[in-house]
Structures are given as C-alpha cells and as structure tokens.
C-alpha cells in the first residue's frame, strides 16, 4: 500500500511540475510575441482637458469682467399675482 501512495505521490508531483513549466513556457512565449510587437504599435490619446481649461477660464474671465461692468441690482419681478377668478358652470340643455 505504502508502494502505492508513493508512486500517486510521485506521479502527483510530476504532474505538478508538468503544468508549471507548461505555464511558463506560455508566459514566456507571450512576453516575446508582446515585445516583439511592441515597436509596431503606437497610442495617442488625446488630451481633451487642455482645450477645456482654456475654454473655462476664458468663460470665466468674460463673466468676471461683465460682472465688474454691470451693476447688480436685486428686484422683485414684474409680473403680478392676480386672484383666482372662477368660472361659470355651463348651462345644462334638456334636448338631445
């Protein structure tokens, strides 16, 4: 019996290995394609942020300077609250 667990042991451990140095030899072969190609490939991203911010304090300095241009002044609106005038109920005729 003890002959038997040493074999699946040892068989185990074979096995083990096995998959590891599969799993490497994956990796590795990944890692050179990858860098391989590496000199093909280019990315650009815009940087969108830039003209933003410029567009922002422009914005901003346009509304500064109106707001030190304009006077401010609190009012109440113009409009005014009128009171509710009900209507008339129509008339109900008899002829259909």
Do not use: C
Request: a positive charge.
């Amino acid at each position: 019996m003890k002959l038997l667990l040493g074999i699946g042991a040892f068989l185990n451990d074979v096995s083990t290995k096995l998959s590891e140095a599969s799993a490497k030899k994956k990796h590795d072969r990944y890692v050179k394609r990858r860098d391989g190609l590496r000199q093909y490939i280019h990315v650009a991203v815009p940087n969108e942020l830039d003209g933003f911010e410029k567009r922002f304090e422009a914005t901003r300095a346009e509304f500064e300077a109106t707001q030190e241009l304009t006077r401010w002044v609190a009012r109440p609106p113009a409009w005014k609250k009128e009171e509710f005038q009900p209507l008339a109920t129509p008339r109900m005729r008899k002829s259909f």
